[in-house]
């Protein structure tokens, strides 16, 4: 008997199950996760019906199950629950399944379902131990775990082919205890102060007329949300954009570059962490004008252009104990260009990102990076919405070590 005190009720949860000989498995998975208190929806692939019947799952669920016994039209009906899940777990997870979600294949009830989710996905995955211990299969594990998804490894023992390996369904209380984990609210940033600037700057040209980019501000909001919702206290400078600002989240609006600079300056001292995903503009009208200026007044001459500050270097020479990360938006050679940018500004982590094109950060609402930090290899990314991206970049900073700088920096904000 489940109540509104128990662990997980009103946890709304999928289990998909996959072909393998560990089906049964899922029986005893499900019942857990139901005696937990949550309400579970049960999807199968086809191959899974061959083992156990849809029925089985539907009894103990009480739902019915989606499978890819159904038509597609059913499919379609079924993917409205992505919206309201609150996790998918895999289980098991066969090694045709992991690369079909490594690759994004949208061939069955899964592969759809797994391209249209908000939530965490838990991956449990049950083969042979030769499978898993290849580099095929353990690459495709890798691009999911990257993308944020977590992996339950299979245990050691006895197999279904008779010999002994790393291949086994992991218990269900190992499996149960990961779900718990993605559905609690962490609280890792708890006592931390996070600064971020977010959208683009606008620099006038007269009362009318500005000099801006297509920054939407998604980013920088979602890091903002991730990380008030993870305990921070969070300050928001942010240039005009058409975003709320988040629950918990200090907001506080500002035009131009120098603007931005004084708001984060004011309240570096204050910052643990100053995360700098604003797209800052580099120029601004020399002699911006105090009147509209009439059409008829202009009379062929170009704009004189000066560079704002850069924010960044100035902020980086006053560092005392914060982490500093900085974005950078380029449309090529992105890992070159922000190595260099991550050395000359002093950073702690440089996020690169592709503008531009069809893939274009600006505007989107999910974006694939590079992560740049000093002494490591370049670490990509793999597209994902910008909310789990941030969690994402969050777990990273979280493990920057950073050494107290006593020295400023001699750099100059304009060099
Ligand atoms: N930045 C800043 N002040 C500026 C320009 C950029 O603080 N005047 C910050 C951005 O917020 C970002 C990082 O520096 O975190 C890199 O920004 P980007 O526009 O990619 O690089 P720039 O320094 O402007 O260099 P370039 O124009 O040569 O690409």
């Given at each position: 008997m489940t109540t509104a005190n128990s662990?997980?009720?009103?946890?709304?949860?999928?289990?998909?199950?996959?072909?393998?000989?560990?089906?049964?498995?899922?029986?005893?998975?499900?019942?857990?996760?139901?005696?937990?208190?949550?309400?579970?929806?049960?999807?199968?692939?086809?191959?899974?019906?061959?083992?156990?019947?849809?029925?089985?799952?539907?009894?103990?669920?009480?739902?019915?199950?989606?499978?890819?016994?159904?038509?597609?039209?059913?499919?379609?009906?079924?993917?409205?629950?992505?919206?309201?899940?609150?996790?998918?777990?895999?289980?098991?997870?066969?090694?045709?399944?992991?690369?079909?979600?490594?690759?994004?294949?949208?061939?069955?009830?899964?592969?759809?379902?797994?391209?249209?989710?908000?939530?965490?996905?838990?991956?449990?995955?049950?083969?042979?131990?030769?499978?898993?211990?290849?580099?095929?299969?353990?690459?495709?594990?890798?691009?999911?775990?990257?993308?944020?998804?977590?992996?339950?490894?299979?245990?050691?023992?006895?197999?279904?082919?008779?010999?002994?390996?790393?291949?086994?369904?992991?218990?269900?209380?190992?499996?149960?205890?990961?779900?718990?984990?993605?559905?609690?609210?962490?609280?890792?940033?708890?006592?931390?102060?996070v600064l971020v600037s977010a959208g683009p700057t606008r620099e006038p040209i007269d009362p009318v007329r500005f000099l801006s980019n297509g920054s939407s501000g998604k980013m920088g909001y979602a890091i903002a949300e991730a990380a008030a919702a993870r305990g921070a206290e969070v300050v928001l400078v942010s240039g005009p954009t058409q975003l709320e600002c988040p629950q918990g989240v200090l907001h506080v609006p500002v035009e131009t570059a120098n603007d931005m600079l004084q708001a984060l300056a004011a309240r570096f001292d204050w910052a643990t962490t100053l995360v700098m995903a604003a797209a800052v503009g580099d120029f601004r009208a020399k002699d911006p004008h105090n009147h509209k200026v009439k059409k008829d007044q202009w009379n062929g001459e170009a704009l004189q252009l000066e560079r704002t500050p850069d924010i960044l270097l100035a902020l980086s020479a006053q560092r005392t104990h914060q982490r500093m990360i900085g974005f950078a938006a380029e449309t090529d050679n992105l890992v070159e260009h922000g190595q260099a940018k991550l050395q000359r500004k002093q950073l702690d982590m440089l996020v690169a990102n592709q503008v531009g094109g069809e893939?274009?950060?600006?505007?989107?609402?999910?974006?694939?990076?590079?992560?740049?930090?000093?002494?490591?290899?370049?670490?990509?990314?793999?597209?994902?919405?910008?909310?789990?991206?941030a969690d994402i970049l969050l777990d990273r900073m979280k493990t920057l070590s950073v050494s107290p700088q006593s020295q400023p920096s001699a750099l100059h904000p304009l060099s």
């Open positions: 662990p997980m009720a009103g946890k709304r949860v999928i289990l998909a199950v996959t072909g393998s000989i560990a089906v049964y498995k899922a029986i005893g998975l499900l019942r857990l996760l139901s005696q937990q208190g949550a309400t579970v929806h049960v999807i199968m692939t086809e191959s899974a019906t061959r083992f156990v019947t849809p029925l089985t799952f539907e009894v103990l669920s009480g739902s019915p199950v989606t499978s890819d016994l159904f038509s597609g039209q059913e499919e379609m009906k079924h993917l409205s629950l992505t919206a309201h899940a609150d996790v998918l777990v895999v289980a098991p997870c066969t090694a045709n399944t992991l690369a079909k979600l490594a690759l994004g294949l949208a061939d069955n009830v899964l592969g759809t379902m797994a391209l249209t989710l908000q939530c965490p996905m838990v991956i449990c995955p049950a083969m042979d131990g030769e499978m898993w211990a290849h580099p095929t299969v353990q690459g495709h594990a890798k691009t999911l775990e990257n993308r944020g998804a977590i992996i339950v490894e299979p245990e050691k023992g006895p197999l279904a082919s008779g010999q002994w390996g790393q291949g086994r369904l992991a218990a269900e209380e190992v499996i149960l205890a990961a779900v718990q984990k993605v559905l609690q609210p962490r609280r890792d940033w708890l006592g931390e102060r893939d274009s950060a600006f505007g989107n609402d999910s974006n694939a990076v590079i992560v740049l930090t000093p002494n490591a290899a370049p670490s990509p990314i793999s597209r994902v919405p910008k909310r789990q991206l």
